[in-house]
């Protein structure tokens, strides 16, 4: 009997609502809690801030683990943006245990810091968290950079999601990926093209995709309700997952 992957993605853009007006974290934990997914991809989460620190009230260094308190038991956070007071990057969060992490760089210029958070769960499927540049070229490098990590870290038979911003509302990259990695977008299956995610409060550009490959595919929606269109500057991603049995089967809860 196949198990169901419930999979979300989030650009939660440091906890703060569009504009920067309010520090929403708390509103976001809710959030995510009531849809109770198996497995987040979240970017821009903050890892430490201590300008913020006496500034903001509510304020949580370490945001992964606030979000991931007493649900997920299992965080990946992978460093990318490092400034004088702090830094963020992506972090996965997961109900299944981590056999292995590893947080790849994939900057091209010293002021636009990226990276790929790299996991692997039930010992065979491999999940990768990304935040993408602004720029067509760098764009384009990232993209290679992500292939050439995945094709060093997953064997081709073995399954694996993408998930995160890719800022890809000309969807080069989304082509690229599909071509070189032979991965589906979960929203452009299901409905024809990948979703409109920003800006939340009126979705125009579709800049956010979960991709996957070697998985069953059941369902794919974007999270648009009134709540959702102030907590962030884009919509969150969805999706549940039929997992083969090859790949739970040897599930290793350590």
Sequence with gaps: ??????????????GFSPGNARYLLREIRHAIRLVNADLLFLQEVIGENVKHQNRVSGWEDRQFEYLADEIWHHQAYGKNAIYQHGHHGNAILSKHPFSHWQNFDISRWWFSQRGVLHGRLF???????IHMGLFS????????????????????????????????WRGKTHRFLQQRLGVQEVYQQLHGRP???????????????????????LDAS???????????????????FALPEKVTAGAVYA
Aim: net charge negative; charged share 25%; proline share 4%.
């Design 1 to 14: 009997m196949s198990e169901l992957l419930r999979v979300f993605s989030y650009n939660i853009h440091k």
């Design 123 to 129: 010992n065979s499927l491999h999940v990768y968290c």
């Design 137 to 168: 070229n760098e764009r384009k490098t990232q993209a290679r950079q992500l292939v050439d990590i995945i094709e060093s870290t997953a064997r081709p038979e073995e399954p694996l999601i993408i998930a995160g911003d890719m800022n890809d």
């Design 195 to 217: 979703a409109r995610t920003f800006p939340a409060a009126l979705p125009v550009l579709r800049m956010d995709r979960i991709y996957y490959r070697g998985l069953d595919l």
């Design 222 to 240: 974007t999270l648009v309700g009134d709540h959702w269109r102030t907590l962030s500057d884009h919509c969150a991603l969805y999706s549940e």
